[in-house]
């Protein structure tokens, strides 16, 4: 089994381009969750899955886009990117409550 | 007061010391607590989850929790140079509700 998988796992966009970061997982979870990663800062949930058709915003919503019309794929909409959106995003699926991690997509906005 | 504190380090120890991480937190309904390691330019891997209080040990790490002072603990025996990392406390009040992670401990092991 693969596990969560991102991709890309690097890209560069211009200021005001926009991008979906693609996440998939083969686990069979229910709940899916898009964190960001800033130097020194740890994890900072965006969005979260709880299945299927239901999304939810997290603490830093504001930029992103989310859908999720399967269990398997939860992609990230970036819309209009900005430079205080480079960042590592990571993925990640739970069954119960212990979170699994995709290796994550770095993006730089320049 | 941010729910969860963690010094973010960076620890340097000799290979072969005892190391001990920490976390505090301030939201009492935190229950679900989890320890992740993550190596530089991967994705974070769970390492220890406990539920409630008391202590958990897998091999050379042992994870405690101490609910009634908001702190949890993750102690590293024999510390080996492959255990050089970013460790990120998490933890939760119900299950299936997204975590909340600390900002992380960089942890350097010498040989």
């Known amino acids: 089994n693969a596990g969560v998988t991102q991709t890309p796992k690097f890209r560069i966009l211009k200021i005001g381009q926009s991008m979906t970061l693609q996440c998939t997982q083969d686990?069979?979870?229910?709940?899916m969750y898009w964190y960001r990663q800033d130097p020194g800062m740890g994890l900072k949930l965006i969005y979260y899955?709880?299945?299927?058709?239901?999304?939810d915003k997290g603490e830093v919503p504001n930029g992103y886009n989310v859908s999720r019309s399967t269990t398997e794929d939860f992609p990230l909409r970036l819309e209009l990117a900005a430079p205080s959106q480079t960042s590592v995003y990571f993925c990640?699926?739970?069954?119960?409550?212990?979170?699994?991690f995709g290796q994550g997509t770095r993006l730089t906005v320049v | 007061q941010k729910e969860v504190e963690q010094d973010p380090g960076p620890l340097s120890v000799p290979e072969g010391a005892i190391v001990s991480l920490n976390c505090t937190y301030s939201?009492?309904?935190?229950?679900?607590f989890m320890w992740y390691r993550q190596y530089s330019r991967k994705g974070p891997e769970l390492l220890m989850y406990?539920?409630?209080?008391g202590n958990k040990e897998d091999g050379r790490f042992t994870a405690q929790v101490d609910k009634s002072s908001k702190y949890i603990s993750l102690f590293i025996r024999d510390s080996q140079p492959s255990d050089s990392a970013t460790y990120l406390c998490?933890?939760?009040?119900?299950?299936?509700?997204?975590?909340?992670f600390g900002k992380g401990t960089r942890l350097s092991v010498i040989a």
């Open positions: 990640a699926c739970s069954m119960n409550t212990e979170a699994f």
């Open positions: 686990m069979n979870h229910n709940y």
């Open positions: 899955s709880v299945g299927a058709g239901i999304t």
């Open positions: 939201n009492s309904a935190f229950q679900y």
């Open positions: 406990t539920y409630s209080s």
């Open positions: 998490a933890m939760s009040a119900l299950r299936n509700t997204p975590l909340v």
